[in-house]
Every structure is written in C-alpha cells, then in structure tokens.
C-alpha cells in the first residue's frame, strides 16, 4: 500500500512523495525541499551520489542531518548502494553517474513498492511519477557590491501524468521558507488601431 509522505506547507501545493515512487528533479534546491518535509516529520533520509550537495544548506530547508545517511561517492556501486539505503529510509535522493537504463529503474521502483520509499533523481528517470524543473530564477538583497541574499524566486514546471503546469515558488523566501508565489496581475491593454 502506498502512502503520502509529509511535505513543507509551500511544497505540499505543489508534490507530494508518494512511497513506491520515483521523482526527478534538476536542482539540489527541489531535492532539499521534496526531503525536508518528511524528514520533519521524522523519518529518515539519504543522498546517494551527490558530493555537492550541500548539507548546511538542506538543514536549513528543514532535513534532520541526524536521520540522513549520506554516500557521497559511491562510484559504479551507486545502485546497489542506493537500494540497501531504501531498507532504511523513506526518502532517498540519488544523483547517478549515468542516465539509469529502464531496467535498473524498475529494479529500484520494486524495492520502493516493497519497502515503502520514495526515491527522487538528481537528473532524469526513467518512467517517474512526476519531474520538477526551474526555469526561472533570481535572488533578491544583493545590491551592487553590498548586501545579502535574502530569498529566491523561482518558476518550476511540474510535469506528472503528462500534464505540465508552471509553479511560482519562494526556493525559499526571506522568511526562509518555501512558499507558493503570488505573480501580480497584470491587466491586459487592448493595442489601438491606427
């Protein structure tokens, strides 16, 4: 049986990690926000494969480092490593070396089912439930040689079921906090003939 796993209130609007599923992404910032709702609410995580991730970072998204086992270079063993990772926890990030092959993924989508995990990919999967990709971001505080980043806003496409949809999000905000955007509106002029 499948079951929905915690989410950060912003992120809930957007994904929710299902167990028995796989998830990409093509940010560290998605990945850190996709894990640190579940991990909030206690269970435990793991990072497979991504030396760069930044661990400071993801705590400040709200991952427990003291429930997230982390393999940082797992090298040709990144499969292996990553389905005993999935006995333990319930949510494991992976960023493999290479494009996984059909097979290789349906042999983690297996253990997911029958261990009750989510998986997310630092990169592409192959026949995941959903994918998350920024395509718009800036940061707000930096002046010109002063100041402090104070928040990011991005624009994330969410494709899942062969639908996509664009997603304002705070990646996070000044409060720290990831949070759905509110775009202005913007009234529309009708051009003049002539």
């Known amino acids: 049986m499948r079951r929905t796993l915690e989410s950060l209130p912003g992120m809930a609007e957007v994904l929710r990690l299902r167990t028995g599923g796989a998830y ?27 030396p760069d991730f ?23 063993h990144w499969l292996s490593v990553t389905a005993g990772l999935i006995e333990v926890a319930s949510v494991v990030l992976v960023k493999p070396p290479t494009a996984p092959t059909e097979q290789q993924a349906e042999r983690l989508r297996a253990r997911l089912r ?43 496409t969410l494709t899942e079921g062969g639908r996509t949809r664009r997603v304002p999000l705070w990646l996070p905000g000044p409060d720290l906090t990831v949070a759905p955007r509110v775009l202005p509106h913007i009234p529309l002029v009708a051009a003049q003939a002539g």
């Not at 709200?62 to 429930?67: F, Q, T, Y």
């Not at 989510?118 to 439930?129: D, H, N």
């Open 54 to 76: 930044g661990l400071e970072a993801a705590a400040n998204f709200g991952l427990d480092l003291d429930r997230t086992v982390v393999v940082p270079r797992p090298g040709e």
């Open 114 to 156: 029958q261990k009750d995990a989510a998986l997310i990919c630092w990169g592409s999967w192959p026949r995941c439930e959903a994918t998350m990709s920024i395509i718009e971001s800036s940061w707000l505080g930096l002046g010109n040689g002063y100041g402090h980043l104070s928040g990011r806003q991005v624009v994330v």
């Open 24 to 50: 990409a992404v093509d940010s560290p910032s998605l990945a850190m926000a996709l894990m640190a709702g579940p991990s909030l609410a206690g269970e435990w995580s793991a990072v497979v494969g991504a």
